[in-house]
Nanobody
Framework: QVQLVESGGGWKQPGESLRLSCAAS????????ISWYRQAPGDQREWVAT???????TYAASMEGRLTISGDKAKETVYLQFDSLKPEDTAVYFC???????????WGRGTQVVVSS
């Protein structure tokens, strides 16, 4: 079954680190761009970072330097690592797979992150 499953969310205190995982089933992460998006309460979904099909990484300007996106081909999993969380990182984080050559795209169901003291 083709799917993306996010995990690793939960409640964290400001300053803590966090690693989110996006496990891809029947999706070759070498063939698709895998991105993380987030949606805070009352806000629109926003792009966070992309792990490109060739292994490149790109980040939203507002997130640059605060997190790292990486991929593990053996596990078909893309990670999003936060070094020091802020309350404004509170959101549902979604994983997205997209083809560079067609309009095909797929979303995971998301994982909730709450940052609060």
């Amino acid at each position: 079954q083709v799917q993306l499953v996010e995990s690793g969310g939960g409640w964290k205190q400001p300053g803590e680190s966090l690693r989110l995982s996006c496990a891809a089933s029947e999706i070759d992460i070498n063939e698709y761009d895998i991105s993380w998006y987030r949606q805070a309460p009352g806000d629109q979904r926003e792009w966070v970072a992309t792990f490109g099909s060739g292994g490149s990484t790109t980040y939203a300007a507002s997130m640059e330097g605060r997190l790292t996106i990486s991929g593990d081909k053996a596990k078909e999993t893309v990670y999003l690592q936060f070094d020091s969380l802020k309350p404004e990182d509170t959101a549902v984080y979604f994983c997205n797979a997209a083809s560079r050559y067609t309009t095909w795209t797929m979303w995971g169901r998301g994982t909730q992150v709450v940052v609060s003291s």
